[in-house]
Every structure is written in C-alpha cells, then in structure tokens.
C-alpha cells in the first residue's frame, strides 16, 4: 500500500499495489532488456564497424561525415555520377573541398572500393 501527500493538492492519495511502469520515449520502443530500439547514428554505426559506402550512400548520410559541408557533400554526389562511380580512395581528390588532408581524415570512416 502506498500512501502519496501532495500539498498543493486538497486530499491524499491512496493506492494499493505497485506503481505504474514509466512511459517509454516518445516514438521509441523498449527492448525486454530496457533498452531503446530506433535508428542508429552515424557514429554508433562507425562503433561497430559498419562504414559509409561513397558510391552507394545518399547525400545526407555523406554530410554526416566529418570535415564533409553540404557543398562537399553535393560536389562528391556530383562527381560520383559524372564518374560512374569512386575506383579507389585518390579518385576523391578530384572532387572540389578535398585535398589530402580532408581525404585521411575522411578515409576510416569510408569502405573501402570494390576495385581495389
């Protein structure tokens, strides 16, 4: 039995049995284990080894990147089509905003290119 004083309230509470489990996050659902279920971030997925695949990945997920702008991000899209896609790390130095020091900031995160 749980007895709960308010005192802004005019009476108290009186309830019998547990109380009631917390709302999970809006939009999220629970896992048995507690845990919440939703879509992962870029650096989650960096943390299990899954890395972005510049020929595949769609514009937003390339701005994830970091040191990649919104402009970068649009001029490797561009690039990549005009190419018919990236053979290998170096290609990406034709795309304007990367020079080599953008390029190995931005290599681990990137998988590598089938023709290597």
Do not use: C
Request: aromatic letters at 6%; hydrophobic letters at 40%; zero cysteines.
């Amino acid at each position: 039995m749980i007895l709960v004083g308010n005192m802004g309230a005019s009476g108290w509470i009186l309830s019998s049995g547990s109380l009631p489990a917390a709302p999970s996050a809006v939009g999220k659902e629970e896992t048995p284990t507690g845990g919440l279920v939703g879509p992962l971030t870029f650096r989650q997925k960096f943390l299990i080894g899954r890395r972005l695949d510049l020929n595949q990945a769609e514009y937003t997920e390339i701005t994830d990147l970091p040191g990649i702008s919104d402009a970068v991000a649009k001029a490797i899209v561009k690039e990549r089509e005009r190419r018919g896609g990236f053979r290998r790390p170096e290609d990406l130095l034709a795309v304007p905003g990367i020079k080599e020091k953008r390029l190995k900031k931005i290599l681990p995160f990137i998988e590598l290119f089938p023709n290597n």
